[in-house]
């Protein structure tokens, strides 16, 4: 094979209980014992799904006609569930029930054409480290659970996936603050 670039498309924690006969072949082992003989290492309890393919040489080149613009990232996640258009700061913004998913970066210390996108720490931390050309994070949006991707340098099927993660980060967020807010009500 030409040397070229792996590029994840997703990470997706996952269960043991996830783990099929199915999965096994389609990530190209014969059954599910042989799939964990090869895949374990490490103590640890968590167990991700990343999908990934082979990227050419020359790969990373993107057509002027195929750029990612807002209109693309608000076509992608409008597909998504519970996704409404809205404004933020009067930016455009994509939010689900109300919760901020995504919106331009707006924040000065980002670099123009960049999309801030809401999703957990520990999934930014891996997205940064697995593909820093596509996602960074300035200090402005450290402490924020939110990852910075270059609307130039991301693929579209990466961007979908990472819109379907975080709209699943935003739902389960939604989900515990009104589970809190009517405790405290109740109480």
Known sequence: MDEGHIVVDSIMPIGIADITDDLARESG???VDE?????????????YLIRFHYLPPGGWDVPKSKKIDFDVVRELAMALPDVEEST?????????????????????????GSLAVRIGLQQRTELLA???????????????????VRLSQVHRDS??????MASRF??????????????????
């Open 35 to 47: 799939l964990l003989q090869t895949a374990k290492h490490g103590s640890g309890d968590n167990v």
């Open 159 to 164: 961007l979908r996936d990472l819109l379907g």
């Open 170 to 187: 935003v739902s389960a967020n939604a989900k515990r603050a009104g589970t809190k807010a009517s405790r405290r009500t109740k109480e």
């Open 130 to 148: 697995m593909e820093p050309r596509v996602y960074y994070v300035t200090a402005h949006y450290v402490n924020y659970p939110t990852v910075l």
């Open 29 to 31: 082992f014969s059954t």
């Open 88 to 112: 933020i700061h009067g930016a455009p913004s994509l939010k689900v029930r109300g919760k901020l998913l995504a919106c331009p970066a707006l924040h000065q210390s980002a670099e123009p």
